[in-house]
């Protein structure tokens, strides 16, 4: 199973953020992480949910526009220079990283980092052959609480 994001723009404005955060939480819906970018005037949410289905009906019926983004989970080391080795694969591989995030969750000594790529698949491939492993959607699903 693919992970999926939910992403929706927000008016930079207080309140905002509260609002949509809400109208999932009324319906049972966890977030597993997120994400906040913003600049003056909008910012970009962007959400890992359980139920990325539901979280987006009942966001939209709100009235706001998702956008649903395919994200890459993988695991690396938690240590110094973790991430680090984890980049140069990717930079070697001339794989472009739109964004990344962490999710809150450790697993032994590795962290999971989400990742947007512009080619997902082949950035799968690339960290699989280099020996990292990525976490899909229905894995990471299962240990999360």
Do not use: C
Not at 23 to 42: K, M, R, V, Y
Not at 71 to 77: E, I, S, T
Not at 100 to 111: C, I, P, V
């Amino acid at each position: 199973m693919k992970l999926q994001q939910l992403s929706l723009f927000l008016e930079n404005r207080p309140g905002r953020l509260e609002a949509p955060l809400s109208a999932i939480a009324a319906e049972g819906i966890n977030i597993l992480t997120l994400s906040l970018a913003d600049t003056a005037q909008f910012g970009i949410l962007r959400l890992i949910v359980r139920d990325w289905e539901r979280a987006k009906r009942v966001l939209e019926q709100a009235g706001w526009v998702v956008n649903l983004t395919e994200v890459v989970a993988v695991d690396v080391l938690d240590r110094p220079g973790g991430l680090a080795e984890a980049l140069r694969i990717l930079e070697d591989s001339d794989l472009n990283i739109e964004y990344m995030y962490a999710f809150s969750l450790r697993r032994g000594d590795k962290a999971i980092l989400i990742f947007r790529f512009e080619d997902p698949d082949r950035a799968i491939q690339v960290l699989t052959d280099k020996g990292l492993h990525v976490v899909d959607g229905e894995e990471l699903m299962s240990f999360v609480p």
